[in-house]
Each structure stands twice: as structure tokens, then as C-alpha cells.
T-cell receptor
Framework: GQQLNQSPQSMFIQEGEDVSMNCTSS?????WLWYKQEPGEGPVLLIA?????ELTSNGRLTAQFGITRKDSFLNISASIPSDVGIYFC????????????FGAGTQVVVTP | DSGVTQTPKHLITATGQRVTLRCSPR?????VYWYQQSLDQGLQFLIQ???????AKGNILERFSAQQFPDLHSELNLSSLELGDSALYFC???????????FGPGTRLTVL
């Protein structure tokens, strides 16, 4: 089962609004990845984080690696209709070689 | 396009049957990962291969097996299929020393 807690489960927002979501873990992670999945497609990597406190942007997306190393946040600014999809966090624990744990996903719906 | 290819895109079969899913990683990637995604379970890690050898195992059933061939493509074999095996199966690959995983478009398996 899922070992990451991702919230919220879904978000219904208006175009132009900002979106925030987060993931928390009971384990210390050394890597956080954020993916977006659109219907019928595979997850697409958005942002990768490797150091506690790291803040990384990719266009209107900004993600942060939490100081405690047990959480991460993703923000989408000024949402547009094409932001619709399911956003997954994924993390790798310090004792796990390559094995990623995935959050349950946050479904984002953007209305005009 | 992530560079990871999977075939077939769709597969419909009956309970008790056996199927083989195929994945070709991105050029130069040595690691291949298999994931199962169903509606109520999210993305579940099944197994990882690195340069032909099994590296990590997740929640993979004994009815399922995988292998990675010398040309680095991988196959996931699912046998004695049950209705509950209906899901999307994704393959991902990563480069040497890299933690980011790039996903293929998936195979949608329907067991009737």
C-alpha cells in the first residue's frame, strides 16, 4: 500500500488561481520527485529535488524539499486549463536503492 | 515522449490466461522498473532490473515474473490472470547513477 500521504486528494480551482499540494512520509527521504499524469498517459517528471530545503522551479511550478526530509510541497501558480491532471509525489528513502514510493495523487481540475 | 516504449498499448484477455508485456528503456538507460496502477491502489512498484539483474522487488505476486534481456529490453509476464489483475502497467527507466525515472505510455490490461 501507499507509504506516502499526499494531500489534498483533489482540487477544483478556477483558472488563474494558485494550487498547493504536499506529501509527507514517516521515513527520511533523500530524493523527492513530482510527476504529472494525464488520462491515458504515463506519468511525466516535472521536478526532482535532492537536498533538504531545496527550492526548484519549472515554469509556473515550484517544489520544495522539506527541511525535515520527510515532506515536500508543489505549487502551481496562475493555473491554466492544461494543468488538469493527477499530480504524484514520489520519494526515495535513504535505505532504498532506486525504489520510489508514490503518493496516491492529487487530482487537479481547472475551470475557466 | 519520454523515450520509453511499451507494447502492447491495450490487452484484453480472459481469467486464467498468461500475457507478456514488453518495455524498451530510453537509449543508454540500464535500469528498468515495472509498476502497476489500479484505481484503488495508485502506483505500485513491482520490480526493478539493472543491466539484466534483478535489483529490487516490491509487491509483485508470485504469478508475475519479469526479466531484462542483454539488449536491455524487459518483459513482464503475468500468469493465471484474475479479474483483479486488470490495471495499467507502466515501465520506467533511469540512467546510470540517476534517480529520475522516466515512464512509458503504459499497457492497459483488461481481464474478463
Amino acid at each position: 500500500g501507499q507509504q506516502l500521504n499526499q494531500s489534498p486528494q483533489s482540487m477544483f480551482i478556477q483558472e488563474g488561481e494558485d494550487v498547493s499540494m504536499n506529501c509527507t512520509s514517516s521515513s527520511i527521504f533523500n530524493t523527492w520527485l513530482w510527476y504529472k499524469q494525464e488520462p491515458g498517459e504515463g506519468p511525466v517528471l516535472l521536478i526532482a529535488l535532492y537536498k533538504a530545503g531545496e527550492l526548484t522551479s519549472n515554469g509556473r511550478l515550484t517544489a520544495q524539499f522539506g527541511i525535515t526530509r520527510k515532506d515536500s510541497f508543489l505549487n502551481i501558480s496562475a493555473s491554466i486549463p492544461s494543468d488538469v491532471g493527477i499530480y504524484f509525489c514520489a520519494g526515495r528513502a535513504t535505505d532504498s536503492w532506486g525504489k520510489l514510493q508514490f503518493g496516491a495523487g492529487t487530482q487537479v481540475v481547472v475551470t475557466p | 515522449d519520454s523515450g520509453v516504449t511499451q507494447t502492447p498499448k491495450h490487452l484484453i484477455t480472459a481469467t486464467g490466461q498468461r500475457v507478456t508485456l514488453r518495455c524498451s528503456p530510453r537509449s543508454g538507460d540500464l535500469s528498468v522498473y515495472w509498476y502497476q496502477q489500479s484505481l484503488d491502489q495508485g502506483l505500485q512498484f513491482l520490480i526493478q532490473y539493472y543491466n539484466g539483474e534483478e535489483r529490487a522487488k516490491g509487491n509483485i505476486l508470485e504469478r508475475f515474473s519479469a526479466q531484462q534481456f542483454p539488449d536491455l529490453h524487459s518483459e513482464l509476464n503475468l500468469s493465471s490472470l484474475e479479474l483483479g489483475d486488470s490495471a495499467l502497467y507502466f515501465c520506467a527507466s533511469s540512467g546510470i547513477g540517476k534517480l529520475e525515472q522516466f515512464f512509458g505510455p503504459g499497457t492497459r490490461l483488461t481481464v474478463l
